[in-house]
Each structure stands twice: as structure tokens, then as C-alpha cells.
């Protein structure tokens, strides 16, 4: 990785746009994973109008998944550094395709170190 291109990833949604360091970029997958995996083991066991919020922090990334059972959305938070900061939130549309590709991301092999 070239130190002076400290970015591998750019994320975003409506109206908004980060990029991501490899440590950033792991945490998110790792993190998105997490909250899906917690949100499968208990959406039977919520009834259709029962709405739930699972946070999950790690790697200086703040993590959230709302929803119901059937839809859901995830927001995060990468906390400020020196020279940063970010916020961002992906619509129940955009959540479900966003972890699959995070998934596929992570199992594939190829985040960067």
C-alpha cells in the first residue's frame, strides 16, 4: 500500500461519501457482520410491528442496525483522529446489499492489510 495514498476504500450513500483506511474498511466489514449475525438470531422472535436497535463498537467504528424483523438500516460512526471524522446511514433499500458486499468483500481475501 502506498503510505501516501492512506485510503483503500470510499463508502457512501445518498448525499454522502467517505473514505476509508484498511483498518477502517476491516472494522466496517467485521462490525456490519456482527450486527446482521445478532439481527438473524433474534428476528423470529420479534413480532411484525416490534422494531429492535443492535449497536456494535469496535476498531474506532460505531456501528447500528434498526429495524424490524423484515427491514432494516445501518448508520455508523467513525469516530474523529486527527484529521477526521465521519457519519454516514444506509436506507433499509441499501442496508441488506450493502452486507452482502461486505461479506463477499471479506470472504473473497482481498482486504487490504
Do not use: Y
Request: glycine content about 10%; proline content about 4%.
Amino acid at each position: 500500500m502506498d503510505p501516501a495514498k492512506p485510503f483503500v476504500a470510499m463508502v457512501g450513500g445518498e448525499g454522502w461519501a467517505c473514505e476509508l483506511r484498511a483498518a477502517e474498511l476491516r472494522a466496517l466489514c467485521q462490525g456490519v457482520a456482527v450486527v446482521v449475525c445478532q439481527h438473524s438470531a433474534v428476528a423470529g422472535q420479534l413480532m411484525a410491528e416490534e422494531s429492535i436497535t443492535i449497536n456494535h463498537e469496535s476498531g474506532g467504528l460505531w456501528l447500528e442496525l434498526q429495524g424490524t424483523a423484515t427491514s432494516w438500516s445501518l448508520r455508523f460512526l467513525l469516530e474523529p483522529d486527527t484529521d477526521r471524522g465521519c457519519e454516514g446511514v444506509w436506507s433499509a433499500q441499501a442496508s441488506p446489499q450493502l452486507a452482502m458486499a461486505l461479506q463477499k468483500l471479506e470472504c473473497s481475501g482481498t482486504l487490504p492489510v
